[in-house]
């Protein structure tokens, strides 16, 4: 397969991007990204893009499944509207193209308690992405839904602490659904979900998630 995947350079992305080049079922894998990687495989092709001008890169779009784990943080992005544009338009963007180019297989990650109508300003975003590439009509969609992820290295303050939370509920028997996710297994099932032979939308998450990492998706 031909493999598309933007967000490569977050956690989820790296190990995502990690497992692509060292999985045979995938014999070319091009990332879109800002800046240039300091990374040369014979799979790899990098895009460096400017992803506020999607006409100059809308036609290379085009291959056999698109990831997706691009994402961003208020802290980051500065403001609601900035990471809107990162985790909403970006993504929604990239899509749309991959549908009018003919992809029938896009794998989103969004987030745990997704939801349009969700009262927080995060969750919510994420909701109306998922109804939004939904209406788009992939033949075969799958959308993550992870708990607190374990990134490595983490800078990200309030999700350490809920990682922290979240282990602490483990332990009592609390929130066993929400077990916290390492990134690698994310990816992993990422990539099961994409060779499913079914297809439709699927949405995994919590438990789910390291099923599908042992290919039970």
Known sequence: MHALLIGGTGATGKDLLDLLLKDDSFHQVDIFVRRDLAIQHKKL??????????????????????FSCLGTTIK????????WK???????????FA???NIDNYVLV???????????????????LEEAVKAL???????????????????????VAGL???????????????????????????????????????TIGGNAIWKCAEDKC
């Open 45 to 66: 092709k990098i895009h460096v893009i400017d992803f506020d001008k999607p006409e100059q890169w809308k036609l290379l779009v085009k291959g056999d499944v698109l």
């Open 76 to 83: 980051a992005a500065g403001s609601k509207e900035a990471q």
């Open 86 to 96: 990162v985790d909403y338009d970006h993504q929604y963007q990239f899509a749309k």
């Open 99 to 101: 549908r009018e180019n």
């Open 110 to 128: 969004s987030s745990g308690f997704s939801s349009p109508n969700s009262n927080f300003f995060y969750t919510r975003m994420k909701g109306q």
């Open 137 to 159: 009509r992939f033949p075969k969609l799958s959308i993550f839904n992870p708990p607190v992820l374990i990134r490595k290295n983490s800078d990200r303050t309030m999700e």
């Open 164 to 202: 922290k939370a979240i282990q602490l509920f483990n332990k009592i028997g609390i929130f066993r659904s929400q077990k916290p996710l390492p990134t690698k297994i994310l990816a992993q099932a990422m990539i099961n979900s994409s060779k499913r032979k079914e297809n439709g939308i699927i």
